[in-house]
């Protein structure tokens, strides 16, 4: 257990919705991030927030944002959702912003368009 | 464009010897390198890490190379055990202002590891 939490587990959607993914970091992790796994795809960076503030972004799309609240959880939201939009999204923390500070992975978020 | 390729999909090894997983990279920027294992229904767990200012490092059974003049790393696990059967995927990082921050890790699309008793 890494001590991340994701909720819920597992999702399934129509096209067009609008979900929201949940992530409570380590205890004590002040930085988070999102990753996105498609079939068969490396898990690719979305965005990362350190303690409230929106850090890094990367493959992001527009229809996509996050948060980080001041109790440090996160929230990715996606919306008008398209069936390649389908993937395992990864929360992860770690305790500060230097790159070698260890990522710790929660268990993922299944999404599944219809 | 891939800036990580891990090129064999999977590998298959017999208890007991030596497992290479292999990992390429294009971007010179890449200066910090890491492995990470995923187990079924979980999320990827950290392994090892090497600095570019090493050619080597050594955990345990696991021990990732490092050849900067290929832009090549490596993991050899040995002796492979069957509770390594999991996928792997090879990380890098870049220095602050590429990719927007440090700790931005581009991943590779990983290696399904099968050890067989």
């Known amino acids: 257990d890494s001590g991340v939490t994701q909720t819920p587990k597992h999702l399934i959607t129509a096209t067009g919705q609008r979900v929201t993914l949940r992530c409570s970091p380590r205890s004590g992790d002040l930085s988070v991030y999102w990753y996105q796994q498609s079939l068969d795809q490396g898990l690719q960076f979305l965005i990362q927030y350190y303690n409230g503030e929106e850090r890094a972004k990367g493959n992001i799309l527009e229809r996509f944002s996050a948060q980080q609240f001041p109790d440090l959880h996160s929230e990715l939201n996606l919306s008008s959702l398209e069936l390649g939009d389908s993937a395992l999204y990864f929360c992860?923390?770690?305790?500060?912003?230097?790159?070698?500070?260890?990522?710790?992975f929660g268990p993922g978020t299944r999404l599944t368009v219809l | 464009d891939q800036q990580v390729k891990q090129n064999s999909p999977s590998l298959s090894v017999q208890e007991g010897r030596i497992s290479i997983l292999n990992c390429d990279y294009t971007n010179s920027m890449f200066d910090y390198f890491l492995w990470y294992k995923k187990y079924p229904a979980e999320g990827p767990t950290f392994l090892i890490s090497?600095?570019?200012?090493?050619d080597k490092n050594e955990d345990g059974r696991f021990t990732v190379f490092l050849n900067k003049s290929a832009k090549h790393l490596s993991l050899h696990i040995v002796p492979s055990q069957p509770g390594d059967s999991a996928v792997y995927f090879c990380?890098?990082?870049?220095?602050?202002?590429?990719?927007?921050?440090?700790?931005?890790?581009?991943f590779g699309k990983g290696t399904k590891l099968s050890v067989k008793p």
């Open positions: 992860a923390s770690s305790g500060g912003l230097a790159r070698h500070n260890e990522q710790f």
């Open positions: 090497i600095s570019s200012i090493k």
């Open positions: 990380a890098a990082s870049a220095i602050e202002g590429y990719g927007g921050s440090q700790g931005n890790l581009i």
